[in-house]
């Protein structure tokens, strides 16, 4: 597909302007909990505090399910020298004993690099356990030196990636051609900080630097607005019929401005590397 039809194909998409308006306030405080790390793991009055060291990493889940809406969280990571380190940002879907090939997952991760080389945002989405739909960028800012935002909108029909309000990437529905998506499943919300130097820096080359450690990743301002589903159940009808609470299956949010369709376009030219890494 040329890139200008696919411009053209994702007319189908959201104004984040309207989202900042409607979603509602979580907090970690009350809507997480952790779940690996032991005292690497902290939730805060008002934030995540997810340390990485030799003993251990952390692993927070939200505690609840839901099917579509809009989350986002502001995320500072850990400065200096981070090869290996990674910190995310993810939904998934619960992974099942015994039945591989069933999970689906929406992600945003964060790949630490040596001193003043840049930090990757790595994104992605698993379909039924499928997760060969990388995409990754280079941020325009040190995402080290500050909070950033960083939301998920997923609907039935599209995910979308954004990085302080940008759309900087759109991942659409083409099940119309065959293709599988992610609409089937509720997920939660889950952050963690963990070693991933087996492939996160050069394709595993670069170690973690153990004397620079802890890393610690810092997360804030967390919001959603999701169709949180019964405990058990799993409502997928309930969450796709067009009505006030299922705000994003509004027509309404399936537009981008052409600001926002340029925006895309120049992240998409300027900050994605050519190759994941894994
Ligand atoms: C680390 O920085 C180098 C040099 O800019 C870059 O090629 C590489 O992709 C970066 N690695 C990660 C994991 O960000
Ligand atoms: C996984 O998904 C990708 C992208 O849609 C596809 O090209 C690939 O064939 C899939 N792999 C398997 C094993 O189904």
């Known amino acids: 597909m040329s890139t200008m039809s696919f411009l053209i194909s994702i007319l189908v998409l959201i104004s984040l302007t309207i989202w900042k308006s ?41 505690n609840k399910e839901f099917l579509f809406g809009y989350v986002e969280m502001q995320i500072k990571l850990p400065p200096g020298n981070t090869p290996g380190v990674v910190t995310t940002f993810y939904m998934t879907s619960p992974f099942v004993l015994g039945t591989p090939n069933s999970h ?14 840049p930090i990757t945002i790595h994104t992605n989405v698993f379909v039924l356990g499928n997760g060969s739909r990388e995409q990754q960028f280079k941020p325009w800012f040190d995402p080290s030196a500050d909070f950033h935002s960083y939301g998920i909108f997923w609907s039935p029909y599209v995910i979308m990636w954004s990085v302080d309000g940008t759309v900087i990437r759109v991942f659409r529905n083409w099940e119309s051609k065959g293709l599988p998506f992610a609409n089937k499943q509720p997920m939660r919300i889950l952050c963690s900080i963990w070693n991933g130097d087996y492939w996160a820096t050069e394709n595993g080359q670069v170690k973690i630097n153990w004397a ?22 799993n409502d997928v009808e309930r969450c796709t019929v067009p009505n006030r609470n299922n705000w994003f299956v509004e027509p309404a949010y399936g537009k981008l401005s052409a600001d926002q369709i340029e925006d895309l376009m120049r992240v998409q030219r300027c900050h994605k590397k050519r190759d994941p890494q894994i």
């Open 22 to 62: 409607i979603y509602v306030h979580a907090t970690f405080f009350r809507d997480t909990h952790c779940v690996d790390g032991g005292e690497n793991c902290k939730i805060l009055s008002d934030g995540l505090s997810l340390t990485l060291n030799q003993m251990s990493g952390a692993l927070v889940h939200g």
């Open 104 to 117: 689906d997952e929406i992600d945003f991760e964060f790949l630490g690099n040596v001193s003043g080389q």
């Open 212 to 233: 620079n450690a802890p890393f610690t990743s810092r997360y804030t301002n967390y919001r959603a607005d999701v169709c949180v589903i019964s405990k058990g159940g």
